[in-house]
Structures are given as C-alpha cells and as structure tokens.
C-alpha cells in the first residue's frame, strides 16, 4: 500500500533517491576527462615505447660484447656487436658507430651513447637520449 503524498515520512525521498542534473554532469565530466588523461598517457607511451625497446636490447647488447671481449678478444667482440645490433633489430638511430670499446687500467668498458628528437603531434619535439654502459672488472673478470 503506497502512503498518501502528503505523508511526512517519504519527505525528502527524491533527493535521497539519486543524484540530480548537476551530479550526473559532474560525473560525465569527470568520466571524460579520466579517458582523456589515459588517452594521453597511452599516446605518449606510444610514442616513446620503440626507444625505450631499443634501450633495453642496447643494454643486453653491451653486455653480451663485454663477455665476447673478455673471453675472445676485442676483435671478436667488433663482430659481436654487428651481430647482435643486427639480431635485435634495434633501430636506425643506433650503429656500431654509436658504440665505443675502451680499455683503460684493465678495465674493458663497452659503452654505447645515442640520441633522437621525438616529433609531437602537437607541433614540437622532444630530444631523448640513451646511454648502456658494462664493464668487465679486470681483477675478477665479472661484469659490472
């Protein structure tokens, strides 16, 4: 049985029923302005994931030529890392040029610098740059 309208118990009910205009609005607003925020995010990782790809198989790269060059001699270690650059099909910003084998007190440093300037889709750019870096601790021969 439905109470008469003019009872004073379901006074209030309305509003406690749901939100109003504004809330829902507020809610939309929120909701898109979260999506856009996550379209960003998501956008810019896209953006920048190839390069990061890149490092991170630059930084397996070094290391690998760092052991070649400590069991096999520097030479071997050149080949190394042609082979491998072309092996993890890293990208075009980095070559062999972009690589250094030093050898100083003992220490074999591989080290491999390179850098690329990001187009926004904005207008603009931005500059990156990487750097892998191992050594092989000539008292040990462990790579560091």
């Known amino acids: 049985m439905a109470a008469p309208p003019d009872d004073p118990s379901t006074a209030g009910t309305e509003a406690a029923a749901g939100p109003g205009f504004v809330g829902r609005v507020l809610r939309g607003v929120v909701a898109v302005l979260g999506l856009l925020c996550v379209g960003a995010i998501a956008g810019g990782g896209a953006l920048v994931y190839p390069y990061v790809r890149d490092d991170l198989a630059l930084d397996r790269v070094v290391r690998a030529v760092a052991l ?24 075009a910003a980095v070559g062999p040029d972009a690589c250094t084998l030093d050898e100083a007190g003992g220490v074999k440093r591989v080290a491999c610098q390179w850098a690329v300037r990001i187009a926004l889709p904005i207008g603009g750019s931005v500059p990156l740059s990487f750097a892998s870096v191992a050594e092989i601790d000539p008292s040990t021969g462990d790579l560091r």
């Not at 060059?69 to 993890?88: P, Q």
């Open 68 to 91: 070649e060059w400590r069991d096999f001699g520097r030479e071997k270690a050149t080949e190394k890392l042609r082979f491998e650059l072309e092996r993890e099909e890293v990208g």
